[in-house]
Nanobody, 124 residues
Framework: QVQLVESGGGLVQAGGSLRLSCAAS????????MGWFRQAPGKEREFVAAITWTGDGTYYADSVKGRFTISRDYGKSAVYLQMNSLKPEDTAVYYC?????????????????WGQGTQVTVSS
């Protein structure tokens, strides 16, 4: 099994920045592409960003493009989400996810492992 643990969430004012981290442990060789999703109260969990196994391919939701950056560190078995120019509508629980395949997916159902989530709250 693979365990994913997110950290770095918190309360920030609009226009501020946060950096989320996701640490993977266990059978990490089973995890290839990684992604971030978020879920706001009363809404469906939605795709935010993803990165390929090699790290040379990334993809972002239109709502965060140009503001968020996903990256990974193989040595630390970690993936990060740098969030800049935060807006109140970015408020949500952010989840890290991993999948067996090396290619990116924007679909929740195509991810095999999930973290417990970290709360991000952006005040206006």
């Amino acid at each position: 099994q693979v365990q994913l643990v997110e950290s770095g969430g918190g309360l920030v004012q609009a226009g501020g920045s946060l950096r989320l981290s996701c640490a993977a442990s266990g059978r990490t060789f089973n995890v290839y592409a990684m992604g971030w999703f978020r879920q706001a109260p009363g809404k469906e969990r939605e795709f935010v960003a993803a990165i390929t196994w090699t790290g040379d391919g990334t993809y972002y939701a239109d709502s965060v493009k140009g503001r968020f950056t996903i990256s990974r560190d193989y040595g630390k078995s970690a993936v990060y989400l740098q969030m800049n120019s935060l807006k109140p509508e970015d408020t949500a629980v952010y989840y890290c996810a991993g999948r067996y395949y090396s290619t990116i997916s924007v679909f929740r159902s195509e991810y095999d492992y999930w973290g417990q989530g970290t709360q991000v709250t952006v005040s206006s």
